[in-house]
C-alpha cells in the first residue's frame, strides 16, 4: 500500500512559520520528486514546490519564492516545506505528492497524500 501521510499542519498567525512534513511508507520513493501542493476552499489545487532526489534541485511558485523552502531527507523518506512570513492567503490544505518524472512533479503527479490543514490568521 503506496502512502503519503502529512503532518505539520495548523493555526499560525500573519507572519509566523510552520513546517510540515511528508512521510513515505509501503513503498520507496526515495528516488522520486516530491512536491508540495495547496488547495483554499473555493479554488483549484495549485503547485507550490517540488524537489529532485539526487541533487536537491527546486522548484517554486512565484507565490511563495523567498519564503517557503522545500526539502528532503532520502535517508529518512521524508520531504519538508519550511514555511516562512505566512500571510492569510497561504490559507489552505496542503498535499504532498510524488512522481518518478520531474516534469510531471509540478503538473499532474501520480502520488498524493491525504492533506494537511494550514491557516493563517490575521
Known amino acids: 500500500q503506496v502512502q503519503l501521510v502529512e503532518s505539520g499542519g495548523g493555526l499560525v498567525q500573519a507572519g509566523g512559520s510552520l513546517r510540515l512534513s511528508c512521510a513515505t511508507s509501503g513503498r520507496t520513493f526515495s528516488h522520486y520528486p516530491m512536491g508540495w501542493f495547496r488547495q483554499a476552499p473555493g479554488k483549484e489545487r495549485e503547485f507550490v514546490a517540488a524537489?529532485?532526489?539526487?541533487?536537491?534541485?527546486?522548484n517554486y511558485a512565484d507565490s511563495v519564492k523567498g519564503r517557503f523552502t522545500i526539502s528532503r531527507d532520502n535517508a529518512k523518506d521524508t520531504v519538508y516545506l519550511q514555511m516562512n512570513s505566512l500571510k492569510p492567503e497561504d490559507t489552505a490544505v496542503y498535499y504532498c505528492?510524488?512522481?518518478?518524472?520531474?516534469?510531471?512533479?509540478?503538473?499532474?503527479?501520480?502520488?498524493w497524500g491525504q492533506g494537511t490543514q494550514v491557516t493563517v490568521s490575521t
Open positions: 505528492a510524488a512522481d518518478p518524472y520531474w516534469p510531471r512533479i509540478a503538473l499532474n503527479p501520480a502520488y
Open positions: 524537489v529532485t532526489y539526487f541533487t536537491g534541485n527546486t
